[in-house]
């Protein structure tokens, strides 16, 4: 080994760009132009922070004014939740200042670029963890639809990272090197858009004798592969020769998902593997990293960690696309669109990636639990465009290679040469010399003394290490750029299953948090590298998990108050009443403003208003808890894959647009809470002002509170009462929130009455 680690090649200068033709009178690759609505976005804000400095002035007043401690102490607190919404509405300005939007021309590249050789070799990295919530026909899918781009296929190579030490996924990854010399050709001959096989057969092709023979095809892989997933085992009839049952062996009664050595299957090469048409194919490699118990993995940043190493070994291209295992290709034209910002060499030298959005197939009409996450995935990221650049989001991303080992002009040089971005690789990949420093560098105990997650590679310390990466990346003077074309290049699998979704929110809320308090967090090391306006542009994402704390004392304290007769909040004829309804409809009115122009529809808005309010006070309030818990060391967040699977009963509930209550959570309790008091507290609390013979105008407010709080619990009540099919409300869920708000309106009662 250590001859191996010695002999490496290594080359001082970059092998790419290379020598591009930079005449000023060839057409562009790319443009960009401010949004047209920024001037009103300005003004609108200065409007708006003079309205909260009059509201927190108000607040002021009150508590000065406070004749007793239960008048103070409602203003204090609602002086707090309201202190926690302007911040975050402050944070969210710095998306509004600057936002550009792009367009590429990727039909003037071969004017820049003149040989089909010095198109750059891109590695491209594919992560998946589970084969049972992360079925290997998804997987296979998205690498299929990767490996037939429209690009020279000897410069691509795909690595498949199978976190889960699966010989499900090894075995449905041998089956879909088969499928590929028939797939590729038939997708460039044809010239088909959807190159996931998949996405392909469901949509309206043309049918043909040729697409029907390839269609046979994929439904023999698909039966296949299916069938072992079910058995949880590899079947003798289904292995083919000598080779696939020697690589399979080395599942043996000893190896384990969370133990197991490295495994590196090389499936296909492109100098020596063809097609049916006698072309060459792209690369394609199956890596386990080697798992132990005593050491810690870092999750997926480990994972792609171990893949920059692994290829380092093998291709090394200066461009790496990470994707996640459910995100297909939905255009072929993708690389050559990242490549008009590669390309150029005025920008490459500051480019650390060119990320696109994360967009969802198989949502339903009106986006039930609000998946489409506009303003994370396409409005703010087109913010943050303007500034130092988009966000880093886990998929979908182009990166140099370079912007991992140390800043523009700050270059760390790894522990082996051959690791390099530099580094010229020589020997094949399927030579001993490369499969032996490739399983060294993926052995569970490499990173040991190294400075890999910390200052090289993929960063680790956080449940969200994709924002984590882009920030530090940032502040290491690169930039970034959110490429977002008409046609998604990739799209994703969406959760369909409520406690899915809140569990995937639940963890990116503890990530939000891990990130919050590290050494190297926004808030300590932000403004001196990355300015102000960006730095706000990542605290907004830390402090995400802070919106329970207004949410929860909203969706509670006015309905216990008004059950108790208590007015706090100014009367209709009050001038402080116009104040707060400004308030409250000028910050829903202007990201439904956004969501229109995202090509968004009310509906689906709505839903996404809903979905934010029902997780700020469930998946939002425990991921803080959560976080708090693992803090003391009383408990730690487990990394929880989100399942991908799907059974045909919650697909049809999903597609009638209709809730997912139908498990036991501790998730579902405090949304379930919020909907019975916002229910019960204007009839019972209506009912006795009316008694008491008091004028309700002092009380409209909190009315108004609990009636849009029973609109957006409207599924909830449905799930209570109305629905009886597997998706209704769990009863113990009812029955724990029944008591709860219970115990709540007692202790409201005599805290009230004091």
Same mark, same amino acid.
């Given at each position: 080994?250590?001859?191996?680690?010695?002999?490496?090649?290594?080359?001082?200068?970059?092998?790419?760009?290379?020598?591009i033709?930079?005449?000023?009178?060839?057409?562009?690759l790319?443009?960009?132009?401010?949004?047209?609505?920024?001037?009103?976005?300005?003004i609108?804000?200065?409007v708006?922070?003079?309205?909260?400095?009059?509201?927190?002035?108000?607040?002021?007043?009150?508590?000065?004014?406070?004749?007793?401690?239960?008048?103070?102490?409602?203003?204090?607190?609602?002086?707090?939740?309201?202190?926690?919404?302007?911040?975050?509405?402050?944070?969210?300005?710095?998306?509004?200042?600057?936002?550009?939007?792009?367009?590429?021309?990727?039909?003037?590249? #071969?004017?820049?670029?003149?040989?089909e050789?010095?198109?750059?070799?891109?590695?491209?990295?594919?992560?998946?963890?589970?084969?049972?919530?992360?079925?290997?026909?998804?997987?296979?899918?998205?690498?299929?639809?990767?490996?037939?781009?429209?690009?020279?296929?000897?410069?691509?190579?795909?690595?498949?990272?199978?976190?889960?030490?699966?010989?499900? *996924?090894?075995?449905?990854?041998?089956?879909?090197?088969?499928f590929?010399?028939?797939?590729?050709?038939?997708?460039?001959?044809?010239?088909?858009?959807?190159?996931?096989?998949?996405?392909?057969?469901?949509?309206?092709?043309?049918?043909?004798?040729?697409?029907?023979?390839?269609?046979?095809?994929?439904?023999?892989m698909?039966?296949? /592969?299916?069938?072992?997933?079910?058995?949880?085992k590899?079947?003798?009839?289904?292995?083919?020769?000598?080779?696939?049952?020697?690589?399979?062996?080395?599942?043996?009664?000893?190896?384990?998902?969370?133990?197991?050595?490295t495994?590196?299957?090389?499936?296909?090469?492109?100098?020596?593997?063809?097609?049916?048409?006698?072309?060459?194919?792209?690369?394609?490699?199956?890596?386990?990293?080697?798992?132990?118990?005593? $050491?810690?993995?870092?999750?997926?940043?480990?994972?792609?960690?171990?893949?920059?190493?692994v290829?380092?070994?093998?291709?090394?291209?200066?461009?790496?696309?990470?994707?996640?295992?459910?995100?297909?290709?939905?255009?072929?034209?993708?690389?050559?669109?990242?490549?008009?910002?590669? @390309?150029?060499?005025?920008?490459?030298?500051?480019? @650390?990636?060119? $990320?696109?959005?994360?967009?969802?197939?198989?949502?339903?009409?009106?986006? +039930?639990y609000?998946?489409?996450?506009?303003?994370?995935?396409q409005?703010?990221?087109?913010?943050?465009?303007?500034?130092?650049?988009?966000?880093? /989001?886990?998929?979908?991303?182009?990166?140099?290679?370079?912007?991992?080992?140390?800043?523009?002009?700050?270059?760390?040089?790894?522990?082996?040469?051959?690791?390099?971005?530099?580094?010229?690789?020589?020997?094949?990949?399927?030579?001993?010399?490369?499969?032996?420093?490739?399983?060294?560098?993926?052995?569970?105990?490499?990173?040991?003394?190294?400075?890999?997650? +910390?200052?090289? %590679?993929?960063?680790?310390g956080?449940?969200?290490?994709d924002?984590?990466?882009?920030?530090?990346?940032?502040?290491?003077?690169?930039?970034?750029?959110?490429?977002?074309?008409?046609?998604?290049?990739?799209?994703?699998? @969406?959760?369909?299953?409520?406690?899915?979704?809140?569990?995937?929110?639940?963890?990116?809320?503890?990530?939000?948090?891990?990130?919050?308090?590290?050494?190297?967090?926004?808030?300590?090391?932000?403004?001196?590298?990355?300015?102000?306006?960006?730095?706000?542009?990542?605290?907004?994402?830390?402090?995400?998990? *802070?919106?329970?704390?207004?949410?929860?004392?909203?969706?509670?304290?006015?309905?216990?108050?008004?059950?108790? %007769?208590?007015?706090?909040?100014?009367?209709?004829?009050?001038?402080?009443?116009?104040?707060?309804?400004?308030?409250?409809?000028?910050?829903?009115?202007? #990201?439904?403003? #956004?969501?229109?122009?995202?090509?968004?529809?009310?509906?689906?808005?709505?839903?996404?208003?809903?979905?934010?309010?029902?997780?700020?006070?469930?998946?939002?309030?425990? %991921?803080?808890?959560?976080?708090?818990?693992?803090s003391?060391?009383?408990?730690?967040?487990?990394?929880?894959?989100?399942?991908? @699977?799907?059974?045909?009963?919650?697909?049809?509930?999903?597609?009638?647009?209709?809730?997912?209550?139908?498990?036991?959570?501790p998730?579902?309790?405090?949304?379930?809470?919020?909907?019975?008091?916002?229910?019960?507290?204007?009839i019972?609390?209506?009912?006795?002002?009316?008694?008491?013979?008091?004028?309700?105008?002092?009380?409209?407010?909190?009315?108004?509170?609990?009636?849009?709080?029973?609109?957006?619990?409207?599924?909830?009540?449905?799930?209570?009462? /109305?629905?009886?099919?597997?998706?209704?409300?769990?009863?113990?869920?009812?029955?724990?929130?029944?008591?709860?708000?219970?115990?709540?309106?007692?202790?409201?009662?005599?805290?009230?009455?004091?």
């Amino acid at each position: 080994m250590d001859r191996l680690l010695k002999s490496t090649a290594f080359n001082t200068a970059t092998t790419w760009p290379p020598s591009i033709n930079t005449n000023s009178s060839l057409p562009l690759l790319h443009t960009h132009e401010p949004f047209r609505r920024t001037p009103f976005n300005r003004i609108f804000a200065m409007v708006y922070l003079c309205v909260i400095l009059s509201l927190f002035y108000r607040h002021t007043l009150k508590i000065f004014n406070s004749n007793t401690c239960h008048s103070f102490l409602l203003s204090l607190i609602f002086l707090i939740a309201d202190a926690f919404l302007a911040f975050q509405w402050a944070t969210v300005q710095s998306f509004r200042m600057r936002p550009i939007r792009r367009r590429e021309f990727p039909e003037n590249l #071969e004017k820049v670029i003149s040989k089909e050789s010095d198109y750059p070799t891109v590695d491209i990295f594919i992560c998946t963890a589970d084969p049972f919530k992360e079925p290997p026909m998804g997987v296979v899918n998205t690498a299929l639809s990767v490996m037939a781009y429209d690009y020279p296929a000897e410069r691509i190579s795909v690595y498949v990272s199978d976190d889960g030490g699966s010989e499900l *996924t090894l075995f449905a990854f041998m089956e879909a090197a088969k499928f590929s010399r028939h797939w590729l050709p038939f997708c460039k001959r044809n010239k088909v858009v959807e190159r996931s096989p998949e996405a392909y057969f469901r949509s309206n092709y043309i049918s043909s004798s040729e697409s029907k023979k390839i269609q046979a095809l994929y439904e023999s892989m698909r039966l296949k /592969v299916e069938s072992v997933v079910e058995k949880g085992k590899v079947m003798d009839e289904y292995i083919e020769g000598e080779e696939q049952r020697k690589a399979l062996s080395k599942w043996n009664p000893n190896f384990t998902r969370k133990d197991h050595p490295t495994i590196i299957e090389i499936l296909l090469v492109s100098d020596k593997d063809k097609d049916v048409t006698s072309q060459s194919l792209p690369n394609l490699i199956y890596v386990s990293r080697e798992k132990n118990k005593t $050491q810690p993995h870092h999750f997926k940043a480990g994972a792609l960690n171990t893949l920059v190493r692994v290829s380092a070994t093998m291709t090394n291209a200066p461009i790496l696309l990470t994707q996640d295992c459910d995100m297909y290709s939905n255009d072929p034209q993708t690389l050559k669109r990242m490549l008009c910002y590669f @390309a150029d060499p005025t920008i490459f030298p500051s480019l @650390a990636f060119v $990320q696109f959005p994360q967009i969802f197939h198989g949502l339903n009409k009106n986006d +039930t639990y609000g998946c489409e996450f506009k303003h994370p995935f396409q409005i703010n990221p087109a913010g943050m465009d303007g500034l130092r650049g988009a966000l880093y /989001v886990g998929t979908g991303c182009f990166f140099s290679r370079r912007a991992l080992f140390g800043g523009p002009s700050s270059f760390i040089q790894p522990e082996i040469p051959g690791l390099s971005p530099f580094h010229v690789v020589q020997n094949p990949i399927q030579s001993q010399e490369s499969l032996e420093l490739a399983h060294h560098v993926a052995s569970c105990r490499y990173e040991n003394q190294t400075q890999w997650g +910390t200052k090289m %590679g993929f960063r680790y310390g956080s449940l969200i290490e994709d924002v984590y990466t882009g920030f530090r990346l940032h502040c290491d003077g690169w930039r970034s750029i959110f490429c977002n074309p008409d046609r998604p290049a990739f799209l994703g699998t @969406a959760p369909i299953s409520l406690i899915d979704l809140m569990c995937q929110v639940k963890r990116w809320m503890i990530g939000t948090l891990e990130m919050l308090v590290m050494q190297l967090s926004p808030l300590r090391m932000g403004i001196k590298s990355i300015g102000l306006l960006a730095t706000l542009n990542y605290t907004h994402f830390n402090f995400w998990p *802070t919106w329970s704390i207004p949410v929860t004392i909203y969706a509670f304290i006015p309905q216990l108050a008004l059950l108790n %007769g208590v007015s706090l909040f100014p009367k209709v004829t009050n001038p402080w009443f116009i104040l707060y309804l400004f308030m409250f409809m000028g910050a829903y009115l202007q #990201e439904l403003f #956004e969501q229109i122009l995202a090509k968004g529809t009310f509906p689906r808005w709505w839903n996404s208003q809903r979905m934010w309010m029902m997780n700020a006070s469930s998946s939002f309030l425990f %991921g803080c808890l959560e976080f708090s818990l693992k803090s003391l060391g009383i408990a730690m967040p487990e990394f929880n894959v989100t399942s991908k @699977a799907q059974d045909d009963g919650l697909r049809k509930r999903y597609d009638q647009g209709l809730h997912e209550f139908g498990v036991w959570s501790p998730l579902f309790v405090p949304m379930t809470m919020a909907a019975i008091i916002n229910f019960i507290a204007p009839i019972i609390g209506v009912f006795k002002i009316a008694l008491c013979g008091e004028n309700l105008e002092g009380f409209v407010m909190q009315i108004l509170l609990c009636g849009f709080g029973i609109i957006n619990s409207w599924p909830i009540y449905e799930a209570i009462v /109305v629905r009886n099919d597997k998706g209704k409300m769990d009863v113990k869920t009812t029955k724990v929130s029944l008591f709860l708000v219970l115990v709540f309106c007692m202790i409201g009662s005599v805290i009230f009455l004091l």
